[in-house]
């Protein structure tokens, strides 16, 4: 079965200041994607970045960027220059044609 | 475009009873997926729903089903509701050949 693991429950982060979330996955397929999603109190889930497994080259989103190791099925966050806003739970998901799995989250703090 | 609706937003039953949540995808998105987020167990995948047809499903008991109309409108239905049952209910939609999907705000359920 697939599995995604995000071993650090809680991480915090000073403004301004860089910071990287991880996150593993298991899978026996070869056709998926990653996605890292941001849940604010609102709980409105939002897509941060998006990995396609068959793309070698790592995604990048203004601030945010990620580490893709495919034959490592590791798939980390790393957050520049971060800001206020960014605080919230952040949640690794693998998508395939069947299934979508989430991590457990990660709560990010951002201290100003 | 507007984005995924999910009705009502708040949800409080006994339990015993049953509910119906509805979800509205983003126009021209086929596909309707429903999660459920719970403190203990994180965000589980239910089901998802493709041309009125159930495609994939989590392991939830069969109290919980659904139902897609013709229109891409989405229902879930949990039927002799749990203590247990109380939890975040999101929904998601999603173009058909693309991984990426669109998140409702969700539906807080309460069961007392």
């Known amino acids: ?112 | 475009k507007a984005g995924v609706t999910q009705t009502p937003r708040y949800l409080i039953k006994t339990r015993g009873q049953q509910v119906t949540l509805s979800c509205s995808p983003i126009s021209g998105h086929r596909s309707v997926s429903w999660y459920q987020q719970t403190p203990g167990q994180g965000l589980q995948f239910l089901f998802e729903y493709f041309s009125e047809t159930q495609r994939n499903k989590g392991n939830f008991p069969g109290r919980f089903s659904g139902r897609q109309f013709s229109n891409s409108r989405s229902e879930m239905n949990v039927s002799t509701l749990e203590l247990g049952d109380s939890a975040l209910y999101l929904c998601a939609s999603r173009d058909l050949g693309d991984y990426e999907q669109y998140f409702g705000p969700g539906t807080r359920l309460t069961v007392t």
């Open chain 1, 1 to 112: 079965a697939q599995t995604v693991t995000q071993s650090q429950p809680e991480m915090s982060v000073q403004e301004a200041e860089t910071v990287t979330l991880s996150c593993t996955y298991d899978t026996s397929e070869s056709d998926y994607y990653l996605f890292w999603y941001k849940q604010p109190p609102s709980r409105q889930m939002i897509l941060v970045i998006r990995q396609e497994a068959y793309k070698q080259q790592n995604a990048t989103e203004n601030r945010f960027s990620v580490n893709f190791q495919k034959a490592a099925k590791s798939f980390s966050l790393k957050i520049s220059d971060s800001q206020l806003g960014d605080a919230a739970m952040y949640f690794c998901a693998y998508r395939s044609l069947r299934y979508m799995r989430f991590g457990a989250g990660t709560r990010l703090t951002v201290k100003p």
